[in-house]
């Protein structure tokens, strides 16, 4: 590594405005929920493709009709892919790079726009895939964003970044270092993930209706087993929506991403605060044994995710881009139990299509009220809770070693990746290649 770091100090750099050596393109603009019915062109989904650093043919897409007028904006190799707009200052303007022809006609979403090197710029694919991930042109690219809610990405002073470029032999050999790291965190990644599919097949066996119904006829008492639709043992509500202002301070406040990334809630998840009224934390509360739903996605196989709040939490409010469900009667399921109901693929299924999606996925307190539930009694309901929280401790047990190792491996990449592509811009300019 020290013979890398080592051959940056004499390198010879370009600095260029990205205005000077590219242009930008708009996303696909106009697609309604009828394109992707009829569609046969490939389409780029939003969060999937940012969550990577590239864009490959193993990409996750869509089809959607494309008018002909569109045809020049088609995804090409070498191609830097921008986020236009995040609800979080700090994901705007997140880049994935395409780094391989793609097979097939494939666009981009209009939640995204293109930037493309003009062809006589030297600059590998491989070598921008992690140069606009670092962490001096990630600031740059967001500290162009600008809103209150929602942050968008200025296009015009993107194109006035500058960003280094060194000759293709310092480039290569940066390449080789970088996806060195991303590689191993990728295959950790992928044993992970492996693993979690044990306890998503045991979850979705016990919840399923088949079983439940076995089970119930053979249990000796209490054989009750019911179908509900989920406005009838619900009520819904819409979440809360502020201003930036308001956000820092107050009482506790559950974000998109708490939903999103938790099947249950607990007092210590819960880190943001909104300043409110005592009329608006009334109206706007959660209580033990409610369900939250996201109600808004980028696509559509991301709606309706689901987090239970399994303890008491005083003076704790909900977001906009959730949708509350309460029980009307408390004693019909056990809250632990609703957080492993409502990840099962078979309700994840029925809520997602019964949402809907034209360049954004959505989801309705109505629709999500006729999704059907098979219910069981409490006493089973407590037995099946049992078996899958032990599972879920016991899968928490043997991959502990593994995000320990990844986030390692991760730090370790992130560190060689600022130091290779970190270049002394005045002294580099003073040197910079013919």
Not at 167 to 195: A, C, G, H, P
């Amino acid at each position: 590594m020290t013979n890398i770091l080592e051959l940056l100090k004499n390198e010879k750099v370009e600095w260029k405005k990205l205005g000077e050596i590219g242009s930008i393109f708009s996303g696909l603009k106009g697609v309604t929920a009828d394109d992707f019915k009829t569609g046969t062109t490939k389409y780029i989904p939003y969060i999937s493709v940012f969550n990577n650093y590239e864009i490959n043919n193993d990409i996750r897409v869509e089809t959607v009709r494309i008018k002909e007028i569109e045809k020049q904006n088609l995804v090409k190799l070498g191609d830097v892919l921008f986020t236009a707009s995040s609800e979080n200052i700090k994901d705007a303007g997140m880049t994935a790079v395409v780094t391989e022809d793609l097979k097939e006609e494939t666009y981009l979403n209009s939640f995204c726009f293109i930037y493309r090197f003009f062809e006589n710029i030297e600059i590998l694919p491989d070598f921008s895939k992690h140069l606009f991930r670092s962490v001096e042109l990630r600031k740059k690219i967001s500290n162009t964003a600008q809103g209150v809610t929602r942050f968008n990405i200025s296009k015009d002073r993107i194109l006035n970044i500058e960003i280094p470029i060194p000759s293709l032999e310092t480039q290569e050999k940066i390449v080789k270092i970088l996806d060195k790291f991303t590689n191993y965190v990728m295959e950790l990644q992928s044993e992970l993930q492996s693993r979690t599919k044990q306890y998503t097949y045991y979850r979705d066996k016990l919840l399923s209706e088949e079983y439940l119904t076995k089970v119930t006829k053979e249990m000796e008492e209490d054989r009750r087993l019911k179908i509900f639709k989920l406005d009838e043992i619900f009520d819904f509500k819409n979440g809360l929506n502020k201003g930036k202002e308001y956000f820092g301070k107050g009482v506790p406040f559950i974000s998109y991403v708490n939903v999103y990334k938790l099947d249950r809630l607990h007092e210590q998840d819960i880190i943001e605060k909104v300043e409110l009224t005592q009329d608006e934390i009334a109206r706007f509360s959660v209580e033990k044994g409610d369900v939250l739903f996201t109600r808004t996605s980028e696509v559509k196989e991301e709606v309706g995710y689901s987090s239970v709040v399994i303890e008491d939490l005083n003076n704790t409010v909900f977001n906009g881009f959730t949708i509350r469900a309460r029980l009307k009667n408390s004693d019909l399921l056990l809250p632990e139990y609703s957080a492993h109901l409502f990840r099962c693929h078979e309700i994840r299924k029925e809520i997602i299509r019964r949402s809907s999606f034209t360049t954004r996925a959505s989801l309705s307190g109505q629709e999500l009220g006729k999704v059907k539930v098979v219910i069981p009694p409490l006493s089973l309901q407590n037995k099946i809770v049992k078996v899958l929280d032990k599972f879920q401790v016991l899968l928490a047990d043997t991959k502990g070693l593994l995000p320990a190792e990844i986030e390692e491996r991760q730090k370790q990449y992130e560190y060689y990746r600022e130091k290779l592509l970190t270049f002394d811009v005045e002294c580099s300019r003073t040197n910079e290649r013919s």
